[in-house]
């Protein structure tokens, strides 16, 4: 019974795929160059007056319209949104939408929201924060 290729060692004077003999043994143990640190830098603390203009560029960056921003602001409108609705300002697909509803609107944001049957539509608002 002859054995099958899979099960036997390749002959050692053969070269195997994928292995370059080109490098030494003493190339492939030698020692690494170590790259510098690169160079930072120093951070000062911030005086109050400095410190302020951070806190304001910052509350204007989170001021600006993103895709979260703009639902949000849809649902908090008297009249709600449409899951239609949503999906045509945010580009996202209707799943994606119903996810940031339960898990972002509900859950991390702790808001209440509210769905409600109109004319064969259901239209979701946001009414208040929920009383923990």
Do not use: C
């Amino acid at each position: 019974m002859q054995k099958s290729s899979r099960n036997r060692k390749p002959p050692s004077n053969r070269r195997r795929r994928g292995k370059a003999l080109t490098t030494t043994k003493a190339a492939r143990t030698a020692p690494r160059p170590v790259r510098e640190p690169t160079k930072r830098r120093l951070t000062l603390p911030l005086s109050s007056a400095q410190a302020g203009g951070v806190v304001r560029a910052s509350a204007e960056a989170n001021k600006r319209a993103n895709k979260q921003t703009k639902l949000l602001d849809l649902l908090r409108r008297p009249a709600g949104a449409t899951i239609a609705t949503l999906v045509e300002v945010s580009g996202w697909q209707q799943h994606s939408v119903r996810g940031f509803l339960a898990g972002v609107v509900r859950k991390r944001l702790g808001l209440e929201l509210v769905s409600s049957l109109e004319a064969d539509q259901r239209i979701y608002r946001i009414v208040a924060a929920k009383q923990a």
